[in-house]
């Protein structure tokens, strides 16, 4: 697609269970990142994959989160046993060259615990 | 720790007014300064950059007004109007290591233009 492709856009979870969230980065792009946004505290890096590199798993807030990059494109990113605490919009970005610092976000996948 | 401070966190503004915007950092290997556009329900766009060997960068309606010696970068938006209304977040890269790849961002500011 044109643009990063993240899905689903909406999740409402119980407290407890496990989530899924997908991004598909912009085609061709070497670097996807996630960031988390929480309302009022701009945005938290949580995980960056570059290339075939081992990620940057450092912004992870806990051991219930993890995310994998299959094929050097999609990416998921698991939340295990959620908590209210987790209730955030999850983004993803992508990257092209080295040498350009844009990223481009996708519109992000808004996760409620309840 | 915030690396990026990030001010005011709201600002309402007429329209055709000026908006700025102003973030401070502590870092002084950042070398790569962008601000992002973020309307409701979307993700955040790039909307203009600069690295600190320029002083200002403008780009139609959008100034980025650059001190080094301060370790302080504003956002100008001249002849603000409705459809400017987002939150605008300034960030910042650079450094060795994680820093060379990582953006981090500042708490957002959410501007109001209003008619």
């Known amino acids: 697609g044109a643009g990063v492709s993240q899905s689903p856009s909406n999740k409402v979870t119980e407290k407890g269970k496990d989530v899924e969230l997908r991004c598909d980065p912009i085609?061709?792009?070497?670097?996807l990142y996630w960031y988390r946004q929480s309302l009022g505290q701009g945005l938290e890096f949580l995980i960056y994959f570059q290339g075939n590199s081992a990620p940057d798993k450092s912004g992870l807030p806990s051991d219930r989160f993890s995310a994998e990059r299959t094929g050097g494109s999609v990416s998921t990113l698991t939340i295990q046993r959620t908590q209210q605490e987790d209730s955030a919009v999850y983004l993803c970005?992508?990257?092209?060259?080295?040498?350009?610092?844009?990223?481009?976000f996708g519109e992000g996948s808004r996760l409620t615990v309840l | 720790q915030q690396q990026v401070k990030q001010s005011p966190q709201s600002l309402i503004v007429q329209k055709g007014g000026i908006s700025i915007i102003n973030c401070a950092y502590e870092?002084?290997?950042?070398?790569?300064f962008p601000w992002y556009q973020q309307f409701p329900g979307k993700g955040p766009a790039l909307l203009i950059a600069i690295r600190p060997d320029v002083s200002e960068k403008k780009e139609g309606r959008f100034t980025i007004s650059f001190n080094k010696s301060a370790k302080q970068f504003s956002l100008h938006i001249m002849d603000s109007q409705p459809g400017d209304s987002a939150t605008y977040f300034c960030?910042?890269?650079?450094?060795?290591?994680?820093?060379?790849?990582?953006?981090?961002f500042g708490k957002g500011t959410k501007l109001s233009v209003i008619p």
């Open positions: 085609s061709g792009h070497t670097a």
């Open positions: 970005a992508s990257r092209g060259g080295e040498n350009t610092g844009e990223l481009f």
């Open positions: 960030a910042a890269r650079g450094g060795s290591g994680a820093g060379s790849y990582q953006l981090t």
């Open positions: 870092n002084t290997a950042f070398d790569y």
